[in-house]
């Protein structure tokens, strides 16, 4: 990225202010990325661990496949997902406070014995299923957040800062160059002077 400046006093003083800009800002971008890389391996643990107990628990009932075939599903239905908003590192993730079902009632004694059972088992399956769902989600937003802090850590340390501060050093080159000019001219036109002033008094 060019930074565009003029060589003046304006300009040094404009790109001073962007660059201590950048100085302070980056180790505050710098704590929020760390947060967010851990979170992110928080969410990611969270969301394997779920997906494990989820897999572990459909395995426990695989004796029961053949049952469900005359399982009715219309039993069992999610009523409603209560979710709220949690704000870790400025960003906005899904918390699941609640998994509501609604279940149909059924005759126990003309049903198969293991319908309870087979009730509480979705139940539990639904519910697992969707905290996996929300510890993903919250992976993935986390994880686009700490990207683009990343990209933004990047941009101002090897990028911005030193493209500032390369700018700055052209500028101060430049000025002192100036003023040195600046005085060797003024000291040739002295030495002139005090030359002519000298031919003219000898005369």
Request: charged share 35%.
């Amino acid at each position: 990225m060019a930074i565009k400046f003029q060589y003046n006093k304006t300009s040094l003083g404009e790109l001073g202010k962007q660059l201590k800009m950048r100085q302070k800002a980056l180790p505050t971008i710098k704590s929020k990325e760390s947060a967010l890389r851990s979170e992110v391996k928080r969410a990611k643990d969270s969301a394997t661990d779920y997906r494990e107990r989820l897999d572990a628990l459909i395995a426990e009932y695989d004796y029961m496949v053949a049952l469900w075939g005359e399982f009715d599903c219309t039993l069992v239905r999610v009523a409603d997902v209560d979710l709220t908003t949690q704000k870790i590192a400025g960003v906005r993730i899904p918390v699941l406070r609640d998994v509501k079902f609604e279940s149909k009632p059924f005759d126990l004694f003309s049903s198969p014995a293991w319908y309870t059972e087979g009730v509480e088992f979705l139940k539990r399956v639904a519910t697992l299923g969707i905290e996996f769902e929300v510890y993903n989600r919250r992976m993935v937003l986390l994880d686009y957040a700490r990207r683009k802090t990343t990209q933004k850590v990047n941009l101002y340390e090897k990028v911005q800062i030193p493209g500032y501060e390369d700018a700055i050093r052209k500028i101060k080159r430049f000025m002192e160059d100036e003023e040195n000019l600046s005085k060797s001219a003024q000291k040739i036109v002295k030495t002139r002077q005090q030359a002519a002033a000298k031919e003219g008094g000898e005369r």
